[in-house]
């Protein structure tokens, strides 16, 4: 589920629909979890779907630790990729602000850590733009992606969560150990499915 406070708005023939804040939304904000209505897919199932529903799957998911594809139910999956994005997802299996985020700014993430089993191009039009996704861009990036995390992490308890309630009680009970004891916190490394940096070396 996405954050209440956003909305979806169309940029550009190029790049398509996009999602925005609609209220300022300050740095530790949660703006997306993994919820119960999300579509799961194995990769057993997503290769039983019809060709048309699979390029529909490639388009609007990312794949999860276990190697699951997954559909949001709502507009979190026309969320954009930029390489100076302003959340990140964590290894508690949400999104945080990693930093304030204004209103009518595009929401964006780090497409780096969806266990990507192709190269993927990119433009972000920044200057620190890496012009391509890959699988091993989490073994590479890892410790600047937890520094941007943990950061924004130790903000989470002093800001409002409306997303808190969507939360499952292991990631509420996880979130509330790492308040109390930073050294608890849960790498973004959490997120990698093996299996994707395997494919990327044609190992699989």
Known sequence: MIHPHTCIRYIDDVIGYGVFATQFLPKGTIVYVKDELEIDLSNDQYQHLPP?????????SYIDEKGHRIVSWDFAKYVNHCCNCNTM??????????????????ITDEYGMFNMETEMFVNCRY??????IMASDI????????????????QAGRVEQQLWPILNAET???????????TQYISVRQLKWEAALHKWNGKG
């Open 139 to 154: 073994d590479t990036y890892h410790a600047q992606w937890d520094e941007k995390v943990f950061g924004a992490l130790l």
């Open 89 to 106: 997802s964590t290894g508690y299996g949400f999104e945080i602000a990693i930093r304030d985020i204004q209103p009518d700014e595009e």
């Open 172 to 182: 509420q009970e996880a979130l509330t150990r790492f308040q109390h004891d930073p």
């Open 127 to 132: 200057e620190n733009c890496r012009g391509r």
């Open 52 to 60: 048309a529903f699979r390029e529909t799957v490639d388009k609007y």
